[in-house]
């Protein structure tokens, strides 16, 4: 059975799996722009009852640009944001791909929210395009 962890910066908030993800996806709306300071967001999905979390977390609610909640969940020390839960996707957990800090991890294979994407951004060949 693989096993991933994802970590936050300080390492007080650790996260495991023990599935690959179910889905690898860059996200160009303009509230993963603002939640990770960069031009995209890349998260992996998994399924929740794959996932072991440890450490305290604190939560954040906001609402997408799809106009559902999305409850995120971050480390109170450093601030890193481990994983988050979408109202309109039960079940599943979203996790940044770059928590888990390995460069062998899967590349996506989903590109939303596109119409927000910076002109420069070079996407994978064969990605999949979603609106």
Not at 49 to 75: I, L, P
Not at 80 to 109: C, E, H, R, W
Not at 112 to 118: G, I, L, P
Request: proline content about 6%.
């Amino acid at each position: 059975m693989p096993q991933r962890v994802a970590t936050c910066s300080c390492r007080q908030l650790m996260l495991r799996t023990t599935e690959e993800p179910l889905r690898v996806s860059i996200c160009h709306c303009h509230a993963c722009q603002r939640r990770t300071g960069s031009v995209f967001a890349v998260q992996a999905r998994f399924r929740e009852g794959s996932v072991v979390v440890r450490g305290n977390a604190t939560q954040y609610v906001r609402k997408g640009d799809t106009g559902q909640d999305a409850t995120f969940h971050f480390c109170p020390v450093c601030g890193s944001t481990l994983y988050y839960q979408l109202d309109s996707v039960d079940g599943l957990i979203g996790v940044p791909v770059g928590a888990f800090a390995n460069p062998d991890f899967p590349a996506p294979n989903i590109s939303v929210f596109e119409e927000c994407m910076h002109s420069w951004v070079v996407l994978p060949e064969g990605i999949e395009h979603m609106d």
